[in-house]
């Protein structure tokens, strides 16, 4: 059995950071497509103004993020750089423009909150095993702002299907 050496491997630090930079990534690949799929949606007034409230509070986060990276000295790369490297996996969950994608949309839009959720588990446990306080508490308002909005989302879901659907 092959041993690793210590400085083989990842620090708790290295694997914070990377973590920190995957979650700026979705992020950050979320608030283009919401941009993009916003003009599609303009009919559906429900959806439409909930993806207006949350592109705001991307925004905000991606901006915590890197606020966080540049704090530990690992300034996040451009928005143009992360956005192109990563888009397409995102859009292709959420792009489609027709009415029938509409529900798929909403389902995958549920998926990604759960994991942008699951994701800042993970980063609130490992800020606070490194000790990082200040981390640990933007992580949890983060994490709390997408659980409202997750809530929000799956209140609002008979709405959106009431526009959505034709009247028998």
Do not use: W
């Not at 928005?79 to 995958?108: C, M, P, Q, R, W």
């Not at 839009?109 to 981390?135: C, P, V």
């Amino acid at each position: 059995m092959a041993s690793r050496t210590k400085s083989a491997e990842k620090s708790v630090v290295d694997i914070y950071l990377e973590r920190l930079q995957d979650h700026l990534s979705i992020e950050t690949k979320t608030i283009e497509t919401v941009l993009s799929e916003l003009p599609g949606c303009a009919r559906y007034e429900t959806l439409c103004n909930q993806m207006r409230q949350d592109l705001s509070m991307r925004r905000a986060h991606a901006e915590d993020i890197r606020m966080l990276l540049g704090q530990h000295g690992h300034p996040a790369p451009a928005a143009h750089e992360t956005v192109s490297s990563i888009l397409n996996t995102v859009s292709s969950l959420f792009h489609g423009g027709e009415d029938n994608d509409l529900l798929k949309s909403i389902l995958t839009d549920i998926s990604y909150r759960s994991y942008q959720i699951a994701s800042l588990d993970i980063l609130i446990l490992l800020a606070d095993r490194l000790g990082f306080t200040s981390d640990v508490a933007t992580l949890k308002r983060l994490h709390m702002e997408e659980n409202v909005s997750i809530d929000l989302l799956r209140t609002n879901i008979p709405n959106t299907l009431e526009e959505y659907l034709p009247k028998y």
